[in-house]
């Protein structure tokens, strides 16, 4: 299976006006302004310890996914108001700015390995990352690594430009008429299964 040309932002619809004036910033950078975090907070404290191979720190990057349906949405699925939030699609070609990383998993895990553009997208098991689950009942350690796998990144330093965004998914109309009254223009799809069926 080959990369699909396209990746994921995991969102509050209420930030996205910001993200329409300033860009999807880093984590570092939105900590400038007052903004509504959806992050795990374990997994924040291990990325906050992180640094980039070659790199900058963890949190100087935008997070981008291959598979916004992945361990990160079914966690918010069970911890946040999942009808609130959204994915937006990111053109591609943003991995071609300077400095871009891609990892083989999860940034935050121990075992992730920090690769360059384009060298990095042929080391990616694409066939489990775009898996429906990651859940291996008779294997736990493959469960395990599954479950970071599927949340493989492409990592922007400091800013993606709203340039790069082509369009976005949400979970029912509601959310759709939400995210169009906060002024995002590009497409929208509804796709409750990215959501895991979510919260209606």
């Not at 060298?119 to 469960?143: A, T």
């Not at 799809?189 to 959501?195: A, E, G, R, V």
Request: proline share 6%.
């Amino acid at each position: 299976m080959k990369f699909n040309g396209k990746l994921y932002y995991i969102i509050p619809i209420d930030t996205v006006p910001s993200i329409l004036k300033y860009g999807i910033l880093s984590h570092k950078g939105a900590s400038a302004f007052t903004h509504q975090s959806i992050a795990n907070r374990e997994v924040n404290e291990r990325r906050e310890k992180t640094n980039v191979t070659n790199g900058l720190p963890l949190h100087q990057y935008v997070n981008l996914y291959f598979n916004a349906r992945n361990p990160m949405m079914y966690f918010l699925k069970f911890n946040r108001d999942i009808s609130k939030l959204c994915v937006l699609i990111i053109d591609s070609s943003v991995m071609e700015l300077p400095e871009s990383v891609i990892t083989d998993a999860n940034a935050a895990r121990v075992y992730t390995s920090f690769m360059p553009y384009p060298d990095g997208l042929d080391k990616l098991d694409f066939e489990l990352i775009y898996e429906r689950y990651w859940k291996h009942p008779d294997d736990p350690i493959m469960d395990e690594k599954h479950e970071g796998i599927m949340c493989s990144e492409t990592l922007i330093p400091r800013c993606v430009g709203t340039e790069y965004i082509i369009g976005a998914y949400v979970l029912n109309s509601k959310a759709k008429d939400a995210l169009i009254e906060v002024g995002f223009k590009d497409e929208i799809t509804i796709s409750p299964d990215i959501f895991f069926g979510g919260t209606r």
